[in-house]
């Protein structure tokens, strides 16, 4: 199974995961082929990668989270939210019970590292991204070794972090390009409107609103909305600020293609200090497969290795069976490398980048 772009070079071809829409609508099955008509509906959602069979059968990647929970948690989401944005005080209760399933199974497999890209179209990207976000902030918190009720409240403020963007108009939200300055401003209230929105609830934890409010703040003062700094900074909001960047930049955008996680990896590593917490970085980045599952590698040897496995501890050197020899020839049944056990085999470069 391979991730590859949406246009006509996957025609024919066959999709290997379902595909949803938040509202819980199958898009495209897996196991089906990817028609002309599918491609079109694919290009009108705004969906530009998806995950296509390539029949190797050794590296079937499994989601951190069931395809179950990750739906459910994505119909609730975007329930609840358009619920509190026409000002419902209704409960919480059911986004609530989605988010101890998503806490009991990343708990279940603390092993478990993100491989896959969730697949989002254009109009899911904030709820999807809320989700992702909720997932890559309590896999960091556990690695932290928060407790159950820690990481409740956690999660709860990571999945509602950008509440405050149900207030902020679509022609702001959805501008393809760059925003002027007092669209920017426009923008920036997201993080107060959140919080407000929470606290006035009374069935929110503060703790979980003021993640909603400092989520965009920066170790080094230069965030917003108040510009505070370090430890005034809580540190659900350092943690989910971590999270909230990774997740925008791996996803495909209208006007940009998403960064591929090495790169994502490199941005988070650039941060440090200035954006964020060196003592959260390494919880956060032990998550991350920097080459997932299924990518293809070009080693130092002159050959080319597809990655079998991920090694928590040596995230940057995969396990790897190699597929073509040094001048490009394909080689049959080729020999498997532990990159972290061979210090002389190294990664070099990823095939066709
Ligand atoms: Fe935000």
């Known amino acids: 199974m391979k991730l590859m772009s949406v246009n006509e070079s996957i025609l024919g071809l066959k999709a290997a995961r379902n595909i949803y829409s938040s509202d819980g609508t199958l898009l495209l099955a897996a196991g089906f082929e990817v028609k002309e008509a599918y491609l079109k509906r694919l290009n009108e959602m705004g969906i530009y990668s998806v995950y296509i069979d390539d029949g190797v059968r050794e590296v079937e990647v499994e989601d951190v989270v069931s395809e179950r929970t990750r739906l459910e948690a994505l119909k609730m989401t975007r329930e609840t939210m358009t619920r509190m944005g026409a000002g419902a005080k209704s409960g919480i209760d059911e986004i609530s019970k989605v988010m101890d399933d998503l806490m009991d199974e990343l708990m279940a497999n603390p092993a478990m590292m993100l491989n896959l890209v969730d697949i989002r179209s254009m109009n899911d990207y904030t709820f999807g991204h809320c989700v992702g976000v909720a997932v890559l902030a309590l896999m960091t918190a556990i690695n932290l070794g928060y407790n159950q009720f820690d990481l409740k409240k956690l999660g709860m403020g990571a999945l509602f972090h950008d509440i405050g963007k149900i207030k902020i108009p679509d022609k702001i939200l959805y501008k393809p390009g760059a925003l002027s300055p007092l669209e920017w401003e426009e923008m920036k209230r997201h993080a107060s409107i959140g919080f407000e929105l929470l606290r006035e609830r009374g069935d929110f934890n503060i703790v979980s609103a003021h993640v909603a409010f400092q989520h965009h703040e920066k170790l080094d003062g230069t965030g917003y909305p108040r510009a505070i700094r370090g430890q005034e900074i809580h540190e659900y909001a350092r943690v989910v600020a971590l999270a909230d960047v990774y997740d925008a930049v791996t996803t495909d955008r209208p006007y940009r293609p998403r960064k591929l996680p090495h790169q994502a990896v ?49 995230p940057a050197s995969p396990v790897v069976r190699v597929i073509t020899a040094p001048g490009g020839a394909p080689v049959e049944e080729g020999r498997m490398v532990d990159l972290a056990k061979q210090p002389a085999t190294r990664v070099v470069g990823l095939d066709g980048q």
Request: hydrophobic share 45%; proline share 6%.
């Open 266 to 314: 490199l941005i988070i590593r650039d941060g440090i200090r200035t954006q964020f917490d060196p003592d959260i970085v390494p919880a956060f980045i032990s998550n991350i497969a920097i080459y997932p599952v299924g990518t293809i590698l070009v080693l130092n040897t002159g050959e080319k290795a597809r990655v079998i496995e991920v090694n928590k501890r040596y």
